[in-house]
């Protein structure tokens, strides 16, 4: 189960970047940005009062003094005319860690964020749409998980993406498309040669039941597959079909995808987020993420149940991720 935090963490070492952490007073932020210096893989930037950060080869910044404040502020205030922000609310703005941490990456002074131990998934993601806003060509930001299971059945030995069971409580086919297609991006991201095959699930496979999710999910695979040909992708499939080889040759016997998918995309975030966390606690599954995708510069969330150990792995993702965005 440990070769894919491993590949991640190799990949982080070779091209080492520099990853800013805000919450510089939750202790497990600390405990992680010290495993992080131990192992190399990051250059690491706690935000937050330098008298209680006591990390050995991490840079501590307080948001409120630093030399760049007014700098921030005033970028920050240009970005955000058009809605209406004064210098003034710049400058109390950016006394805000996650904002003086996404406005550190947007002026290219860190690679990218992680955040989210003790703040909202709402605090981690608005500044950075605020700030650093979509990618090119994104039309929809969304997050999905890494799982990891120790039975190497599934997925690519054991390895899996679900998508999105973060962010998008009750995503369209329009949107379920672009999610797929996305997720399909990241997969070839972290997995490199491997080819990512993705499964539009429901309770329905290929059309055997009716009901207004199942035939959302159709038309989704159908837009997927017309915005990206080359893309492996198929669905309506239920989860057994999607990843038993023996079920998906009695339900979809025609399937590129079934039986062998490692990309899964939930039709709602009811279903994703509950979804990860039964694999997760119940098949011992090590869940990475949430990962934001969609975002020009590498922004990522944490749970806020996550241990040191959990924010040190999304540390090396997202180290991952800034080397393939440049």
Not at 24 to 48: N, S, W
Not at 220 to 228: G, I, M, P, S
Not at 232 to 251: F, P, R, S, Y
Request: proline fraction near 4%.
């Amino acid at each position: 189960m440990g070769d894919f935090l491993n590949r991640m963490k190799q990949a982080a070492r070779a091209d080492k970047r520099t990853i800013v952490l805000p919450e510089g007073e939750d202790a497990r932020t600390l405990e992680a940005a010290k495993k992080i210096i131990a192992e190399d893989i990051a250059h690491v930037v706690i935000l937050g009062d330098p008298a209680k950060i006591d990390v050995e080869g991490a840079t501590a910044i307080d948001p409120r003094t630093d030399e760049r404040h007014e700098a921030y502020a005033q970028r920050f205030a240009e970005l955000r005319a058009k809605k209406g922000v004064t210098i003034e609310q710049a400058r109390a703005q950016v006394m805000d860690a996650t904002y003086f941490g996404t406005m550190m990456v947007k002026m290219g002074d860190a690679d990218g964020l992680v955040s989210g131990a003790c703040h909202s998934t709402a605090d981690t993601l608005r500044p950075a749409l605020q700030i650093l806003k979509t990618a090119p060509g994104t039309k929809l930001v969304s997050a999905f998980f890494i799982m990891v299971t120790p039975d190497e059945r599934f997925g690519s030995d054991g390895t899996l993406v679900f998508a999105d069971c973060a962010l998008n409580i009750a995503p369209t086919a329009d949107e379920l498309a672009e999610i797929a297609i996305a997720s399909a991006h990241s997969w070839s991201t972290f997995m490199g040669e491997i080819e990512p095959r993705v499964a539009m699930l429901s309770y329905s496979t290929m059309g055997s039941a009716g009901g207004d999710v199942a035939k959302k999910v159709q038309e989704a695979t159908a837009f997927a597959k017309e915005r990206a040909p080359e893309l492996a992708v198929d669905g309506d499939l239920q989860l057994d079909a999607a990843i038993v080889d023996t079920v998906a040759e009695l339900k979809a016997p025609a399937s590129e995808v079934a039986g062998k998918a490692n990309v899964l995309v939930f039709p709602d975030l009811e279903a994703g987020n509950i979804g990860y966390k039964l694999v997760q606690r119940f098949a011992g599954a090590n869940a990475y993420g949430p990962i934001l995708q969609g975002i020009a510069k590498p922004v990522n969330d944490l749970s806020r149940g996550c241990t040191a150990d959990d924010i040190v792995g999304v540390v090396a993702i997202t180290a991952v991720q800034a080397q393939m965005a440049e």
